[in-house]
């Protein structure tokens, strides 16, 4: 592709990658354990690949011909870990902007022996538009983005239109986006956002029930015993 293709094809998209926006996440000054530091010289090397301003070529990327899952948002990398180890056969592309979480995400994959995982550390939304080709990825993964509670702040979620139109045409035919929030308000806004994409089918009559890949985390199962609830929205690409 050449370069007045690229610059086309970015023209082309939702976001404009080259103007200001606002962004889903605050970058959080956090302390790096000796664990998760030693994790990332040792680790950071062979799993974390560098923000590109071009497509990623995903067998390249992993040696390996296999069906790819987005994880956006992998927090501390529990989740994200459990659902590799689980799909060995699937490659896992996780996107974390917080040095902590991929420190110990590295580190959980070094315990657990995962060879189905890379790494970037770069604003999902510029990681889907530049980096993530059209049509190439076998799912995607957002669970408990940052729900943005106060009613000033709800421009700041992840999932807008916008957004979900740009990662949809990332999603292959036949491929599923699954999100998952403990935040009401925010599964409304979900079910709306999804439900109006036209590249997206709803697999359930609204919620869907929580997939068995993905597990409950202790701060999830504490909230369910105090009563609090929790939301699974699974669409499929039409």
């Not at 301003?53 to 995903?58: G, T, V, Y």
């Not at 022996?113 to 049509?135: C, F, S, W, Y």
């Not at 949809?168 to 999804?194: F, N």
């Not at 609090?228 to 699974?234: S, T």
């Amino acid at each position: 592709m050449t370069d007045s293709e690229n610059d086309a094809n970015l023209r082309s998209l939702p976001y404009d990658p080259t103007e200001r926006r606002i962004r889903s996440f605050v970058t959080r000054a956090g302390r790096l354990s000796t664990a998760q530091a030693r994790a990332l010289d040792t680790l950071g090397p062979a799993f974390c690949l560098p923000f590109d301003k071009q497509p990623l070529d995903l067998d390249a990327a992993f040696g390996r011909q296999a069906p790819t899952i987005l994880e956006i948002g992998t927090g501390m990398g529990e989740t994200t870990a459990h659902i590799a180890a689980l799909m060995p056969d699937k490659n896992f592309l996780g996107v974390e902007v917080h040095m902590p979480g991929i420190g110990s995400l590295l580190k959980l994959i070094g315990e657990r022996g995962l060879g189905n995982l890379k790494l970037v550390r770069h604003d999902a939304v510029e990681v889907v538009t530049q980096m993530i080709a059209p049509e190439s990825l076998a799912a995607a993964h957002i669970f408990f983005p940052d729900p943005w509670h106060k009613a000033r702040h709800n421009k700041r979620r992840l999932i807008q239109p916008p957004f979900v139109q740009l990662l949809s045409s990332r999603i292959m035919h036949g491929g599923y986006l699954h999100c998952a929030t403990d935040w009401e308000d925010y599964a409304v806004q979900m079910l709306d956002v999804l439900s109006a994409e036209p590249a997206l089918k709803n697999t359930a009559d609204g919620y869907a029930q929580r997939p068995p890949y993905r597990p409950v985390t202790k701060f999830e199962n504490r909230g369910l015993k105090l009563g609090h609830g929790v939301w699974d929205l699974v669409f499929e690409k039409r």
